[in-house]
């Protein structure tokens, strides 16, 4: 017995001395001053070659390896900043800190991600020299904020209204590297849905791009059964004129639609069913009336699901003058009359999906609904998610929706031309949405002009250097596309200062494409102010995550175990 205590006693003091190993294993790195921030600035000037280089019409594509399939070959900003991860876990903070000032302009804008990442590094390293040379972080902080909203004021005056096809296809251009193909393509779509239509960009099955315009309402939901068809060559249901029953339950009971069968055999109509399911004797008797060829009928299921299939279902009712029948509402379905019923020019029916054109509902109802939603859009409290959906709501009813199809010889070059669709895409959006400037970061370094006068009227010392390193920032986009093509960029920055830095060569700037001066409007070089000037601004500057690593802190504790998950900076 005491010769198993003795070994019970060293089993546990094996134990007790390998838990304490373990406990100390999970240490803290700390690095101090400009050791930290040193450390820092190697990250983010790692994360901001690699960004830069895709910048301007003679940007580099980069390659990147991909955990599973062929390597994707990209042009996109915010693409290249998430795949880098860098080993030393200091630089990969300061990597982590631009990415999210990257991914922050691409969820606002959807485009000027490299711009923005540009942008970032100029302040931040101009920022570790002014701290380390001994000025207070928060004056810098304070002057930089100031300049900032300076510049916004003057570009939001100098900003165009975009009103033409041309200069939508001349932004769409620009932002996919010059491709005018793609830029027509977007331009033609934009045209046919209008401003609030919606349209997507998906991998095609052919070499060739293609696109498809759908103008009235469309939904992904097509027959419950094959029987319904009425064209076996195209495998569809085609009606005209017909009458449309909206449910928002369950149709099993031949008595809930024997009315309705009955209205639209006597006025001789054909006649679409959309409930959340039609099943047993319901599903039987309308495939009967239609094989005997008494009744054209067909049934669909309603789209969308819970509260989003209410919305959706509400929106069919005022676009074809009917009205949902729902438990909220004391009509049921056996007492249906033909004034509850919906009516639309035409209907069509795949297996895929169900298209309705010209309803007859009242302009003003469907104007009223649109502007419903876009004030459920506009509150604040709606999240991304519901307002992608409300967006596609409010594109099918109030313009159309267009899908382009990208296509290419390999998953590799697809992948590149939907990167670039896709951005030119957004470009075009933030265009549409808040007017355009002139392109090639000439925007950018006519307004830093402007700060001059800010500097002088500075609180302190601090703060003019807090001006200055906005104003020096400013000038580092410009300059990277000129670098991009094998030129001097100080050189062509500084005679396009010298020569065209009045206030009516505002337009004015450098064609890195062709190597000439010119006014970029009038090129088509343009960019749209929201996606490369306004908002990325904003969000380098009072970005939360990033106020503190653009404005220096003095510390930086890093806890290095992989085990532990907690970040502690500026302290």
């Given at each position: 017995?005491?010769?198993?205590?003795?070994?019970?006693?060293?089993?546990?003091?094996?134990?007790?001395?390998?838990?304490?190993?373990?406990?100390?294993?999970?240490?803290?790195?700390?690095?101090?001053?400009?050791?930290?921030?040193?450390?820092?600035?190697?990250?983010?000037?790692?994360?901001?070659?690699?960004?830069?280089?895709?910048?301007?019409?003679?940007?580099?594509?980069?390659?990147?390896?991909?955990?599973?399939?062929?390597?994707?070959?990209?042009?996109?900003?915010?693409?290249?900043?998430?795949?880098?991860?860098?080993?030393?876990?200091?630089?990969?903070?300061?990597?982590?800190?631009?990415?999210?000032?990257?991914?922050?302009?691409?969820?606002?804008?959807?485009?000027?991600?490299?711009?923005?990442?540009?942008?970032?590094?100029?302040?931040?390293?101009?920022?570790?020299?002014?701290?380390?040379?001994?000025?207070?972080?928060?004056?810098?902080?304070?002057?930089?904020?100031?300049?900032?909203?300076?510049?916004?004021?003057?570009?939001?005056?100098?900003?165009?209204?975009?009103?033409?096809?041309?200069?939508?296809?001349?932004?769409?251009?620009?932002?996919?590297?010059?491709?005018?193909?793609?830029?027509?393509?977007?331009?033609?779509?934009?045209?046919?849905?209008?401003?609030?239509?919606?349209?997507?960009?998906?991998?095609?099955?052919?070499?060739?791009?293609?696109?498809?315009?759908?103008?009235?309402?469309?939904?992904?939901?097509?027959?419950i059964s094959p029987y319904f068809i009425t064209d076996v060559k195209t495998q569809r249901v085609e009606f005209e004129k017909p009458l449309v029953l909206l449910s928002e339950k369950k149709i099993s009971a031949l008595q809930d639609i024997l009315p309705t069968l009955e209205i639209a055999a006597q006025t001789r109509r054909p006649l679409l069913i959309i409930a959340e399911d039609v099943d047993g004797e319901a599903l039987a008797a309308c495939i009967l009336n239609k094989l005997r060829g008494q009744l054209q009928v067909a049934c669909v299921k309603a789209p969308g699901f819970g509260d989003n299939r209410k919305s959706i279902l509400g929106d069919l009712a005022i676009l074809t003058g009917g009205t949902v029948f729902t438990e909220e509402l004391d009509i049921k379905l056996e007492k249906a009359t033909i004034d509850l019923l919906g009516e639309t020019g035409s209907v069509t029916v795949t297996k895929e999906d169900t298209i309705f054109l010209n309803g007859a509902g009242s302009k003003d109802a469907i104007?009223?609904?649109?502007?419903?939603?876009?004030?459920?859009?506009?509150?604040?409290?709606?999240?991304?998610?519901?307002?992608?959906?409300?967006?596609?709501?409010?594109?099918?009813?109030?313009?159309?929706?267009?899908?382009?199809?990208?296509?290419?010889?390999?998953?590799?070059?697809?992948?590149?031309?939907?990167?670039?669709?896709?951005?030119?895409?957004?470009?075009?959006?933030?265009?549409?949405?808040?007017?355009?400037?002139?392109?090639?970061?000439?925007?950018?370094?006519?307004?830093?002009?402007?700060?001059?006068?800010?500097?002088?009227?500075?609180?302190?010392?601090?703060?003019?250097?807090?001006?200055?390193?906005?104003?020096?920032?400013?000038?580092?986009?410009?300059?990277?596309?000129?670098?991009?093509?094998?030129?001097?960029?100080?050189?062509?920055?500084?005679?396009?200062?010298?020569?065209?830095?009045?206030?009516?060569?505002?337009?004015?700037?450098?064609?890195?494409?062709?190597?000439?001066?010119?006014?970029?409007?009038?090129?088509?070089?343009?960019?749209?102010?929201?996606?490369?000037?306004?908002?990325?601004?904003?969000?380098?500057?009072?970005?939360?995550?990033?106020?503190?690593?653009?404005?220096?802190?003095?510390?930086?504790?890093?806890?290095?175990?992989?085990?532990?998950?907690?970040?502690?900076?500026?302290?």
């Amino acid at each position: 017995m005491h010769a198993f205590s003795k070994r019970s006693t060293s089993a546990l003091r094996k134990a007790n001395r390998s838990a304490t190993v373990l406990a100390r294993g999970a240490h803290k790195d700390v690095k101090f001053g400009h050791a930290g921030r040193a450390a820092m600035l190697a990250g983010i000037d790692t994360l901001a070659n690699a960004v830069s280089a895709t910048l301007g019409p003679k940007g580099r594509n980069v390659i990147i390896e991909q955990p599973y399939g062929g390597p994707k070959i990209t042009k996109d900003g915010v693409t290249v900043a998430k795949a880098v991860t860098l080993k030393d876990k200091f630089e990969n903070l300061g990597a982590r800190l631009v990415q999210d000032v990257a991914s922050k302009t691409n969820e606002i804008a959807g485009d000027g991600t490299t711009t923005a990442t540009v942008l970032a590094r100029a302040i931040f390293a101009e920022g570790v020299r002014n701290v380390a040379a001994g000025c207070n972080p928060m004056d810098l902080r304070r002057g930089s904020q100031k300049a900032v909203e300076h510049v916004i004021s003057v570009l939001e005056q100098k900003k165009r209204v975009i009103t033409t096809s041309e200069e939508i296809a001349q932004v769409a251009t620009i932002s996919a590297n010059g491709d005018t193909h793609i830029g027509s393509l977007i331009a033609n779509a934009m045209e046919k849905v209008g401003k609030e239509g919606v349209i997507t960009v998906k991998e095609g099955k052919t070499i060739d791009d293609t696109i498809e315009i759908t103008e009235g309402m469309r939904f992904d939901r097509g027959y419950i059964s094959p029987y319904f068809i009425t064209d076996v060559k195209t495998q569809r249901v085609e009606f005209e004129k017909p009458l449309v029953l909206l449910s928002e339950k369950k149709i099993s009971a031949l008595q809930d639609i024997l009315p309705t069968l009955e209205i639209a055999a006597q006025t001789r109509r054909p006649l679409l069913i959309i409930a959340e399911d039609v099943d047993g004797e319901a599903l039987a008797a309308c495939i009967l009336n239609k094989l005997r060829g008494q009744l054209q009928v067909a049934c669909v299921k309603a789209p969308g699901f819970g509260d989003n299939r209410k919305s959706i279902l509400g929106d069919l009712a005022i676009l074809t003058g009917g009205t949902v029948f729902t438990e909220e509402l004391d009509i049921k379905l056996e007492k249906a009359t033909i004034d509850l019923l919906g009516e639309t020019g035409s209907v069509t029916v795949t297996k895929e999906d169900t298209i309705f054109l010209n309803g007859a509902g009242s302009k003003d109802a469907i104007t009223a609904r649109c502007e419903q939603i876009r004030s459920v859009m506009n509150d604040p409290s709606t999240g991304e998610y519901d307002k992608t959906k409300l967006q596609e709501r409010l594109a099918k009813l109030s313009g159309g929706v267009a899908v382009i199809k990208v296509g290419g010889v390999s998953e590799v070059e697809v992948g590149e031309k939907k990167d670039r669709y896709d951005d030119a895409l957004n470009a075009t959006r933030a265009a549409v949405e808040e007017g355009i400037l002139p392109g090639g970061g000439v925007a950018l370094l006519k307004a830093s002009l402007t700060l001059k006068t800010l500097e002088d009227s500075a609180s302190n010392f601090d703060q003019k250097l807090g001006v200055s390193i906005i104003r020096a920032a400013l000038s580092r986009p410009a300059k990277t596309i000129v670098e991009n093509t094998g030129e001097e960029g100080s050189v062509v920055v500084g005679h396009l200062l010298e020569k065209y830095s009045a206030e009516d060569k505002f337009e004015w700037g450098y064609d890195a494409s062709k190597g000439e001066f010119g006014n970029l409007v009038e090129k088509g070089i343009i960019d749209p102010y929201k996606a490369f000037t306004g908002h990325q601004l904003i969000h380098i500057i009072r970005q939360p995550s990033a106020t503190r690593v653009l404005y220096m802190p003095y510390r930086l504790h890093f806890r290095g175990d992989p085990n532990c998950t907690d970040v502690l900076h500026g302290l």
